[in-house]
């Protein structure tokens, strides 16, 4: 049964789209308002981060650093040690990918409190192929200290998710998408950071019982991969994490403990990202079978964003088998 | 501008020579460490904190304080040695330099040691920062009267994020920003000239739209009137390329890239013999390069 605060009668066919970057763009310029220390800065990807309504509402607050994402993590840095709360963008392969031991030192290490935006994570970026397709950011970002880790569901987690993170006091890293993806929460669905919500209940009177575990826009995937497996006679609920890091320890264990296996989904490389944090954590604490859904140790390529996402086996069929396979 | 008084200058450079002191004491109990940038750097950090900074050892986190962003971290014992010298903590404590449990790590952390505006060891990033503070203080206070210093080392203006920092403090001409260059001719790998030449130099940053001076990094009263000539430049940033003696201060390291990286009893050998290396620095510093005879030093 679908959480109650989503949007009514999600389906393949009627789900409206909408990029998470959008979201992220509305809740920069409202952060934006609501604290004039918020400043924008970005690498010549102003529209295409969707930092430029706060570019336009703001011109002082906004730094237009150029083609130059070590510096502009570096003096995203600077620019919090006055006080000021950065929101650095640029596309997820290069801040973090290129720019990561400046983040490192200048950012985590420092506690700074700085935003890291990466637009364009995942292979749905599409047309642009391999190079500009980051799958390794969460790995990366999540293995520092003092960084917050969050990948929003769709463009209204996006928008809240900016607001906390302008109220959080340290580094957080923000992933976000290009392509439209389905808009499955509503402004009224609730969103804390680090906090898991359970998206979507079992049926209790089904036998078998899985566990889906979700990030970023992959869960709208796992929504209809719940229901799939549930008209197939195995009970399955989601669970939607957001904040990859730090990761809800408690949501997932007792997740963990009402299920016989678990199934991570996630548009990334399945080695060090949500799959790499659950099973990580569920070792420890509750051993239980986790079939990792992601890119399986490869390079994405070009094509539109919905049939890379299908290729690389993240799409609704795909996730319904790994649910299938992991309880048999 | 100020202007130095002689006595001034004397101060300064007595101030300096014992800073050298503790440099080489904290590096030869370290057993580890940089010694040439240092030694070359201990004149200008001194002038910096004992008579050009806005700053208050007491309350460090003061608001009003001018910043001072050391990007080539492994010169960090003269920073922490002024720092102790200027009273931010004591100067015993500089015997824990790179030691477990210690404040003083072997690169600067800024959450661990009060003055500290940033952390840094991996080089070019420094400059970044500054910029990114100039940048926040101008949206702050377009008035403000601080000046955000970075001081770097001249090897390190090798790395690529060195000039993307310097193409947007050109652009945003930053004249709260003032770098000062240690240019000292030497790195790990051998002279700059050989291992990768930079000259020339002045005008590169010319390029990048800086207010370019040259000056020598030991003698006081030229480094202050170029900082003072710095604060007074309008609509772009400053940089101080200073002209420094790597070691400088003991002779028999003078110059010499082989103490780039090791301390005192680590270094080479043709000189002065690995066990007397520290007493010979530390002895010649007293003296000043033997020229105060005195026998109970």
Partial sequence: ?328 | MQYLTSQEVKDLELKANEIRQSIIEMLSEAGSGHTAGPLGMADVLTLLYFGILKHDPQNPDWEERDRLVLSNGHICPVLYATLAHAGYFSVDELLTLRKFGSRLQGHPHRQSLPGLETSSGPLGSGLSQAVGMALAERMNNPYSAKFMYCLTGDGELQEGQIWEAAFLAGKEQLNNLIVIVDRNGIQIDGYTKDVMPMEPLAEKFEAFNFDVQEVDGHNMRALNDAIGKAQAVYSQPSVIIAHTIASKGVDVFERDFRWHGNPPGKGPEDRVAKDKQAEVALQKLRTLAGTINTHDV
């Fill in chain 1, 1 to 328: 049964m679908f959480a109650e605060h989503l949007q009514p009668n999600l389906s393949p066919d009627t789900v409206e789209k909408s990029p998470t970057r959008n979201g992220y763009g509305d809740g920069l310029l409202e952060a934006g308002k609501r604290d004039e220390n918020v400043v924008a800065l970005c690498c010549d990807l102003t529209d295409s981060t969707r930092t430029n309504k706060f570019a336009e509402e703001f011109p002082k607050r906004f730094v237009q650093v150029g083609v130059a994402e070590q510096n502009l993590a570096s003096v995203g840095s600077g620019m919090a040690a006055l006080g000021k709360v950065p929101f650095i963008a640029s596309y997820a392969m290069f801040s973090p990918g290129r720019n990561w031991e400046q983040i490192r030192t200048t950012i985590a290490y420092n506690d700074s409190n700085v935003k890291i935006v990466g637009a364009h994570a995942g292979v749905s970026v599409g047309p642009d192929g391999a190079t500009h397709q980051a799958i390794e950011d969460i790995a990366i970002m999540r293995a520092l200290p003092n960084m917050m880790v969050i990948a929003p569901a769709d463009e209204h987690e996006a928008r809240k998710a900016t607001l906390a993170a302008a109220k959080y006091a340290g580094p957080v890293y923000f992933r976000l998408g290009r392509s439209a993806t389905p808009i499955v929460t509503t402004p009224d669905t609730p969103f804390e950071i680090g906090k898991a919500e359970v998206m979507f209940t079992r049926d209790e009177s089904l036998e078998k019982k899985v566990g889906i575990v979700s990030t970023g826009s992959l869960l709208f995937n796992a929504l209809m991969a719940a229901e799939a497996l549930q008209k197939k006679g195995i009970g399955a609920s989601v669970l939607h994490m957001a904040t990859i890091k730090p990761l809800d320890e408690e949501a997932l264990l007792s997740f963990a403990q009402e299920h016989d296996a678990l199934v991570t989904v996630e548009e990334h490389q399945v080695a060090g990202g949500l799959g790499g944090a659950v099973s990580e954590y569920l070792s420890g604490v509750h051993p239980i079978k986790i079939s990792r859904v992601g890119v399986q140790d490869q390079f994405g390529q070009s094509g539109e964003p919905d049939e890379l996402v299908e290729h690389y086996g993240m799409g609704i069929e795909s996730i319904t088998q790994a649910g299938e396979k992991v309880v048999q």
